[in-house]
């Protein structure tokens, strides 16, 4: 997390931190030496450096070169007190940008080849003769320089103190320096025999272990594999009184700090947020109707909201580094293979070269050289990709560790001041994570082999031949991507780490849902797939293989998915007619015409028993609605059952008939009005349709013999509106059905 605490322009923790318009911080020291300067009476010249307002007064003898250090000093004392003294006028505002001795002007140049790329440029003399320009001759415009993203922002006349201080950031640095004092304190050496140990002298960065100077020279020499790793002094003990404490009687970073007041009105506190400027404002602000036509929200709901927001985009980076971790060892557990692939490969080319006698010892040392560039090329790719994924880690855990300590903090309006930039920070952190970004480049197997069994004049054409394309291996089921829902399963799988043959596509197989033979539902490249369409209460075997231009490979292992006991559906809208209105998430349907209407559900049904009710909502000058089942090609625009595409059950308010291909059966006294129930039945098992009204059977099993799918249908016109229920279980007693009087 350091890295997140250190000021971009001089690398030390941050002092007195400021927020740039871009979201990125500098300490305020350091922005002073950065801050450019341009009077408008100069900007029509070439890109020059000039001397700023009058000409510096005649120096006094011996002011030279070495009068810089305590003009920066002065600078720095220049900006703060003229910026809030505010007695000097707009121009004096301005000036206080620099000290009167350096005149020159800041400028970020990230070309130099400085430790952060800063610097700030020297006095320029004016030339010979020049007038002094009167100091309210014009106005100059100010404008600091971004560090890290190199946008400029122009100074108002408040110049640096238009700023808003990152006061979180300034929190959680003087808590870190707190906590590395601590551990200071008792950096003792962590190899030593002696009780109590002696005083660390040295860390070792790569071991992350803390060596006194003895131990260092016995445990950790300058020399073999120790030679390249990086010894740095232990974190400083503090020093400074107050360097071990927060001054504040131990209480916690936001226990026992003063309320952030606005920065126009230094007695209200904030209350409100700005979504516009991305700014906390006041009361004041807005009875000054800054931001009148701005959209302003509570503090602590926005603050809740972008905590909210970070944390979540955390939960991403997070996962990432988790797999980064994985793949680092994965990495080193590679780096070993090689090693041990290597060596194997080095024993058998030898083997087989000493064979040869004679005539093979120079074509011996021409393939060793071969294996051992080989070897040296996987081990480099390797260690390029572990120190550059170990990097990217470093900087990921850092972003981390500083987002998690700025949610810590209880500063709603000092945390919005940099959420913003923080989710964005974190969610491109996210996506460095590319796909394939954690698979290795380089495989730990040697794909060359000797072919020994040439003449004796073939000695010197002997090379290693590629070994031939093998099957792709068994592929792995992801089981906690497998689902059902309905009737439909889901499916995904992957190919095991580190597999290095080709893979060309993939064939998913299905089983019949009795135990049947297997069949094939997919093939492709993708390695997730989705099956509609299978029955209800059914158990069903799936399996996948992979195959490339050598052939099929063995199938995975077997996963066993069992589809839903009852079926959850609603109506369709893109089937239904287009007079039909859906509402209630699509479960409650009516009608905009005094014709009937057909609407079907978005279940299909095959096989099993399924049971469902409608509920009557609104029954209106005694309208005939239509309840029952139909193929997906019906007539939509007619009452259901008048056609040979649907079976149904139209009743009144006094009776119900059978219908279907316009055959009406079995008049059935008793209808329907409002706040009636009417179930269906449909039991593929026995292929027959029931209807139910209000629990009670309604007259003989309406139809025989029915096979194929069938999806639920109702048609209706306007007078009536029915609410659909579903998943429900199958009636298992029923009243004895009403007797039909034809």
């Given at each position: 997390?350091e890295?997140?605490l ?5 690398g030390s923790?941050?002092?007195e931190?400021?927020i740039?318009?871009?979201s990125?911080?500098v300490?305020?020291p350091c ?11 100069e900007q029509?010249?070439?890109?020059l ?6 000409a510096?007064p ?5 002011a030279?070169?070495?009068?810089g250090?305590g ?5 720095a004392?220049c900006l703060d007190s003229?910026s809030a003294?505010?007695?000097g006028?707009d121009?004096a505002d ?12 800041g400028?970020?140049?990230p070309?130099?080849?400085?430790p952060?790329?800063?610097r700030v440029?020297?006095l320029?003399?004016?030339p010979p003769?020049?007038a ?5 001759a014009g106005p100059?415009?100010?404008s600091?320089t ?5 946008r400029?922002?122009s100074?108002d006349q408040?110049g640096l103190r238009?700023?808003?201080r ?11 320096q707190q906590g590395?004092?601590?551990?200071a304190?008792a950096a003792?050496c962590?190899?030593?025999d ?5 005083p660390a002298?040295v860390l ?6 803390l060596y ?5 020279l016995?445990?950790h020499?300058?020399?073999g594999?120790?030679?390249k790793h ?7 003990h503090?020093g400074?009184?107050g360097g071990?404490?927060?001054?504040g009687g131990?209480?916690?970073a936001?226990?026992g700090r003063?309320l952030?007041?606005?920065?126009e009105?230094?007695?209200e506190?904030?209350?409100m947020?700005c979504?516009s400027?991305?700014?906390?404002v006041?009361y004041?602000?807005l009875e000054?109707?800054?931001h009148?036509?701005?959209d302003v929200?509570?503090?602590?709901a926005?603050?809740?909201q972008?905590?909210a927001?970070?944390?979540q ?8 580094a ?12 590679l780096?070993?293979?090689i090693?041990?692939n ?8 030898v083997?087989?070269c000493?064979?040869l006698?004679d005539?093979?010892?120079r ?5 060793l ?5 080989e070897?040296?090329h996987?081990?480099?790719v ?10 990217k ?6 972003l981390?560790e500083?987002?998690l300590?700025v949610?810590?903090e209880?500063d709603?309006?000092g945390f919005l001041?940099?959420?913003d ?5 974190v ?6 994570w590319?796909?394939?970004a954690l698979?290795p480049?380089v495989s730990?197997e040697?794909?060359?082999?000797l072919?020994?069994?040439p003449?004796l ?13 093998r099957?792709?291996p068994?592929p792995l089921?992801?089981?906690?991507k497998?689902c059902?829902?309905n009737n439909s399963?889901?499916l995904?799988w992957r190919m ?17 849902g009795d ?10 490249k993708?390695?997730?797939c ?7 209460n ?7 293989k992979?195959f490339?231009?050598?052939g099929?490979?063995?199938?995975s292992?077997?996963v ?8 959850w559906?609603?109506?369709?809208p ?7 209105v859906l509402?209630n998430?699509?479960q ?13 559900g ?25 309840f029952?089942i139909?193929r997906?090609?019906?007539v939509k625009?007619m ?5 040979d ?12 008939w ?12 008793g209808?329907?009005s409002k706040g ?6 449909l039991?593929?098992n026995k ?20 096979e194929?799918?069938f999806?639920p249908a109702l048609s209706?016109?306007?007078?009536v509106q029915?609410?659909l229920h579903?998943?429900?279980?199958v009636?298992q007693?029923?009243?004895q059905?009403?007797?039909p009087?034809?």
């Amino acid at each position: 997390m350091e890295e997140e605490l250190k000021c971009p322009v001089c690398g030390s923790l941050f002092r007195e931190p400021i927020i740039l318009p871009c979201s990125h911080n500098v300490c305020l020291p350091c922005a002073r030496t950065i801050a450019v300067q341009t009077p408008e009476s100069e900007q029509h010249l070439p890109p020059l450096l000039h001397s700023r307002g009058p000409a510096p007064p005649a120096a006094a003898p011996g002011a030279g070169p070495g009068a810089g250090p305590g003009a920066a000093a002065g600078s720095a004392a220049c900006l703060d007190s003229e910026s809030a003294a505010g007695g000097g006028g707009d121009h004096a505002d301005k000036l206080s940008l620099h000290s009167e001795t350096d005149s020159g002007y800041g400028s970020y140049t990230p070309s130099l080849k400085s430790p952060n790329g800063v610097r700030v440029l020297p006095l320029v003399p004016a030339p010979p003769g020049a007038a002094a320009a009167p100091r309210g001759a014009g106005p100059a415009s100010s404008s600091l320089t971004c560090p890290q993203c190199h946008r400029s922002a122009s100074l108002d006349q408040r110049g640096l103190r238009g700023f808003q201080r990152n006061r979180l950031l300034e929190a959680i640095v003087q808590r870190y320096q707190q906590g590395r004092a601590a551990a200071a304190a008792a950096a003792k050496c962590q190899l030593c025999d002696r009780s109590p140990p002696e005083p660390a002298a040295v860390l070792c960065e790569q071991c992350e272990v803390l060596y006194c100077a003895a131990c260092q020279l016995r445990c950790h020499p300058a020399r073999g594999p120790f030679a390249k790793h990086r010894l740095a002094p232990p974190p400083a003990h503090p020093g400074a009184p107050g360097g071990g404490g927060d001054g504040g009687g131990g209480k916690g970073a936001g226990g026992g700090r003063k309320l952030p007041t606005c920065a126009e009105h230094d007695l209200e506190n904030y209350s409100m947020y700005c979504v516009s400027c991305r700014s906390p404002v006041c009361y004041q602000c807005l009875e000054e109707g800054k931001h009148n036509k701005h959209d302003v929200k509570a503090l602590g709901a926005m603050w809740k909201q972008h905590k909210a927001q970070l944390s979540q985009a955390l939960n991403g980076v997070s996962d990432k580094a988790k797999e980064a971790k994985e793949f680092l060892v994965q990495l080193k557990n590679l780096l070993q293979q090689i090693q041990e692939n290597g060596l194997d490969y080095e024993a058998c080319l030898v083997a087989q070269c000493d064979a040869l006698v004679d005539a093979l010892t120079r074509q011996k040392a021409k393939l060793l050289t071969k294996v051992t560039k080989e070897r040296e090329h996987k081990l480099k790719v390797v260690w390029d990709q572990i120190n550059h994924c170990t990097l990217k880690l470093r900087q990921s855990t850092g972003l981390m560790e500083y987002c998690l300590e700025v949610i810590k903090e209880n500063d709603p309006s000092g945390f919005l001041q940099i959420s913003d930039a923080l989710i964005k920070r974190v969610q491109v952190s996210q996506e460095q994570w590319v796909k394939g970004a954690l698979e290795p480049k380089v495989s730990a197997e040697f794909d060359l082999t000797l072919d020994s069994e040439p003449l004796l004049q073939s000695i010197h054409q002997l090379d290693f031949i590629q070994m031939k394309c093998r099957v792709p291996p068994v592929p792995l089921l992801q089981l906690e991507k497998c689902c059902t829902r309905n009737n439909s399963v889901t499916l995904a799988w992957r190919m095991p780490p580190l597999s290095h043959n080709p893979v060309e596509g993939y064939i998913l197989e299905l089983d019949d849902g009795d135990g049947g033979q297997f069949r094939e539902v997919y093939v492709g490249k993708e390695t997730l797939c989705t099956i509609d369409g299978l029955h209800f209460n059914s158990t069903y075997n799936a399996r996948v293989k992979a195959f490339n231009s050598s052939g099929v490979g063995p199938y995975s292992k077997t996963v066993i998915l069992q589809t839903s006991d009852v079926a959850w559906f609603a109506f369709d809208p893109s089937s239904a007619h287009r007079d039909i209105v859906l509402s209630n998430d699509n479960q409650t349907a009516t009608c905009n015409s005094y014709d009937d209407r057909v609407v079907l559900g978005t279940a299909a049904f095959s096989k099993g028993v399924h049971y469902w009710e409608l509920h009557v909502d609104r029954y209106d000058n005694h309208p005939d609605p239509a309840f029952g089942i139909a193929r997906i090609n019906v007539v939509k625009d007619m009452m259901l059952g008048k056609d040979d595409k649907a079976w149904a059950m139209y009743v009144d308010n006094n009776r119900s008939w059978f219908m279907h291909c316009n055959s009406h059966t079995n008049r059935t006294e008793g209808g329907v009005s409002k706040g009636a129930t009417v179930g269906v039945l449909l039991d593929l098992n026995k292929h027959n349709l029931t209807f139910y009204i209000n629990g009670q059977q309604q007259g003989p099993p309406a139809f025989e013999n029915i096979e194929g799918v069938f999806m639920p249908a109702l048609s209706l016109n306007r007078n009536v509106q029915v609410t659909l229920h579903t998943g429900l279980e199958v009636p298992q007693s029923v009243k004895q059905p009403k007797l039909p009087n034809n």
